[in-house]
């Protein structure tokens, strides 16, 4: 498995640590180009814990970086360190040659009462690091070769602390995160047996991860790594283990998000499937709103995001069967999401639901929130239409002959509106939803309403599928989400341009079930061909390929599974 620690940060599942190679002034951080161990917990004020720094025969060295699955190798001119993952909470480190060294530089300089402490313990010395800047603790046992603490104490804090690491036959460190307190009950570690179990657990990850060609096999390995090494324990808010979006500095799960990593799940793994689809709704209010993200630390109520999950769900159930618990479970929180919707976002009593900001649609900064929102968008009331319709199944598989009428009745409700008023002369529009004026736009955001597939009448079908088809939004490497012909177009405009994992899977979807098959083919080749070569990227110039903004996403990666699957296999199981 071939990526670069700039882009794929170096980590294992349920971690909150992982390690990265950051560039100079890092998203603001006044850091200096090297190698960081750091943290992803919402509640620290610096994610960098430590700077890495490679010695050979005590000076400072360069070095090459090399991930193989759940290893990492530095190799120096002194020799080569070798890191791995025993579990969750403990970092192993090894050099291995005579000149090798490491410098562990707490970056104490960076933040207040930030300092290490010796703790003696059966004849040995142990480092506690206390980082209060990360709001974490980090217990540093030497198990081989030999340690010397370097700091200067000042009032209340150091100002600087750090750890060096040599031996004339190299050196072996465990760096563990402590929660509250250590035990002192000195623990061993042989590192050959740590990263074999890793790996192999890592491996099993894998094998549960949707099929693919022989030529994406490579890429399909990075990417179950990625979503395998994105995932958290759970801990504070987060009721179960999270697969985060991303280790880089995307560390939240949006309310989304989730629902395409919990697809890619569905096919061999349905427990972790079922905690990422159900993981928002762990903390639904009692209006029925589920928040926009959650970490361990912090929950955002500010924005909602687009109500795909019944969507997402009927995807999963062509890959997973679910418990009559399960059922009851999915019937009850989506019925009051949806609810939520018709109750709380249907400000002009028109029959259709708004969005307040571009960030409840999830296309932040589309052209589509150009005038003053709320604004009614035809892809929200295409959601909802789905949404409904599965409820009606729920319903009807659990039972509830009320339930089932109820929500079928209230879609065809939204239906009728949909058509009467989200399209004009055929083709989707966006309205101002105080004053009903269009708002001029090339946003592919109203495009998205082709999820609904074959149940669009023929003529908004065939006239949305010559659009999406054609070159308006269709380039050599998918879907731009702002025409490249608009004054409006920008290469990294984030949702005025570049090319992104979920719109490109709506859309796609929408197309297939329109007859579509070989164009849905082709572009789910393209997208597949854009992240085999720049990886998997919040998102992509929609005219080069080249990947954009966060540089390790996980719905990207998810993405990327499930079309190689489903289109690019001689018979996708779900399709």
Request: hydrophobic fraction near 35%; proline fraction near 4%; glycine fraction near 8%.
């Amino acid at each position: 498995m071939k990526t670069e620690l700039s882009r794929l940060p170096f980590s294992r599942a349920g971690s909150y640590m992982a390690v990265s190679e950051l560039g100079e002034d890092f998203r603001g951080m006044s850091n200096v180009l090297g190698l960081y161990l750091r943290t992803v917990h919402g509640s620290a004020l610096k994610p960098l814990a430590a700077r890495i720094i490679p010695t050979a025969g005590g000076r400072e060295t360069a070095y090459e970086c090399r991930m193989e699955r759940t290893s990492l190798y530095l190799n120096t001119d002194g020799g080569t360190l070798e890191l791995c993952f025993d579990d969750e909470n403990t970092l192993l480190v090894r050099g291995k040659g005579k000149e090798i060294g490491l410098i562990l530089d707490f970056l104490a300089d960076q933040g207040p009462f930030d300092y290490i402490y010796t703790i003696p313990c059966g004849g040995r010395d142990y480092y506690m690091a206390n980082c209060y800047k990360n709001n974490c603790r980090y217990l540093i046992s030497l198990l081989a070769g030999k340690a010397e603490l370097e700091q200067e104490w000042k009032e209340s804090s150091a100002l600087y602390s750090r750890l060096y690491f040599s031996g004339n036959d190299g050196f072996l460190f465990a760096l563990k995160e402590i929660e509250t307190e250590w035990d002192r009950v000195p623990a061993k570690y042989d590192f050959e047996e740590c990263r074999k179990r890793t790996e192999d657990e890592f491996l099993e990850f894998a094998r549960r991860m949707p099929s693919c060609p022989e030529q994406y096999r490579e890429a399909a390995e990075r990417a179950a790594y990625l979503n395998w090494s994105g995932i958290v324990k759970k801990d504070g808010f987060l009721k179960r283990d999270a697969m985060f979006m991303s280790k880089n500095w995307m560390c939240n799960v949006w309310s989304w998000d989730h629902c395409f990593n919990a697809i890619a799940l569905s096919y061999h793994n349905p427990e972790l499937a079922w905690d990422q689809f159900m993981i928002m709704f762990d903390h639904q209010d009692v209006t029925g709103l589920i928040p926009d993200s959650v970490n361990d630390v912090h929950i955002v109520w500010n924005y909602c995001k687009p109500p795909i999950h019944e969507w997402a769900l009927r995807r999963m159930m062509e890959h997973m069967e679910l418990s009559k618990e399960q059922m009851q479970e999915a019937y009850q929180c989506l019925g009051k999401w949806t609810d939520w919707w018709l109750v709380y976002r249907d400000y002009n009593g028109d029959g259709l639901c708004e969005y307040n900001h571009g960030n409840d649609s999830g296309w932040d900064n589309s052209t589509a929130f150009s005038a003053l929102p709320p604004v009614t968008t035809p892809e929200l009331q295409a959601f909802l239409v789905i949404q409904m319709e599965v409820l009606a199944e729920l319903a009807d598989r659990l039972g509830i002959d009320f339930g089932r009428e109820a929500w079928s009745r209230k879609s065809a409700e939204l239906y009728a509106h949909f058509l009467e008023k989200c399209f004009v002369d055929g083709l989707p529009v966006i309205r101002r939803s105080v004053s009903g004026e269009v708002i001029e736009n090339n946003s592919l955001l109203p495009y998205v309403s082709i999820v609904l597939g074959r149940r669009l009448p023929e003529e908004i079908r065939k006239k949305m599928t010559e659009i999406l088809i054609g070159d308006r939004f269709y380039t050599d490497y998918g879907f731009a989400t702002e025409s490249p012909g608009s004054t409006e177009y920008r290469a990294d405009g984030y949702w005025r341009g570049p090319i992104w994992a979920p719109s490109t899977m709506l859309v796609l979807d929408g197309l297939y079930q329109c007859g579509e098959e070989e164009f849905v083919r082709e572009a789910a080749r393209r997208f597949a061909d854009m992240a085999v070569c720049s990886g998997f990227a919040e998102n992509f110039d929609a005219l080069t390929g080249e990947g954009l903004r966060d540089r390790a996403y996980t719905w990207t990666s998810s993405v990327f599974l499930i079309l190689v699957h489903e289109y690019l296999t001689e018979k996708g199981e779900g399709r």
